[in-house]
């Protein structure tokens, strides 16, 4: 017997078969539960990630419970997301969770915990280098990071380094003193 060629009223019992509510009900039912062992046929979705569709990969982040999806993404970024999910997961709450997913979605951003930049305990913030997508995504960052931190830490944002090229400074110094002197004020 195939699952896919079940034909669900007929598995009914012979009491339940009598039954005019329960026979409609398997008869309504009966296309949809095809298409669903249609789709169990193909259980090995993940390894494949890079070949699925964009709707695909949108039911299977559903399935999947992956919270920080975002469907409006682009398709490499969604395929990103899906394929690193179990790690994620496993992870969730560490630092290399927080940076595969802002990482997938943003590019390179790395995570420094609070030792790393003399900040309080339990404190962490995200670190990148690429301005322009810091400030674009902004706000996707931000929520990236709260769905996949623990519940003890603290986000203290994202701290963007540039560089320059070298240049020649010079700097100088001036003293100026001034004394202030408050007067009061005087009434006829």
């Known amino acids: 017997m195939k699952l896919n ?8 019992s012979a009491a339940l078969r009598d039954d005019h509510t329960a026979r409609c009900l398997a008869e309504t039912l ?10 169990a ?5 993940l390894p494949r990630v890079d070949d699925l569709e964009e709707t695909v990969l949108d039911e299977l982040a559903c399935e999947l419970c992956i919270r920080w999806y975002d469907t409006l993404a682009p398709l490499e970024a969604k395929r990103a997301v899906v394929a690193q999910s179990d790690l994620v997961h496993r992870g969730m709450g560490t630092p290399s969770a927080i940076e595969r997913v802002v990482s997938a979605f943003l590019g390179s951003m790395r995570v420094e915990e609070w030792w790393e930049y003399d900040g309080e305990p339990y404190h962490f913030r995200v670190r990148t280098t ?3 997508i810091a400030l674009a995504k902004n706000a996707d960052i931000h929520r990236v990071v709260a769905q996949t931190q623990n519940l003890r ?5 994202i701290r963007i380094e540039t560089q320059t090229g070298t240049a020649q400074a010079y700097v100088g110094a ?3 003193t001034a004394q202030f002197i408050t007067l ?3 009434r006829p």
């Open 130 to 132: 690429d301005i322009d």
């Open 5 to 12: 060629e079940v034909d669900f009223p007929a598995l009914l």
């Open 184 to 186: 009061p004020t005087i």
């Open 174 to 176: 001036a003293i100026q």
């Open 153 to 157: 830490s603290v986000y203290d944002g």
């Open 41 to 45: 046929d193909d259980p090995q979705l």
């Open 30 to 39: 009966n296309p949809y539960l095809k298409d669903l062992t249609a789709a």
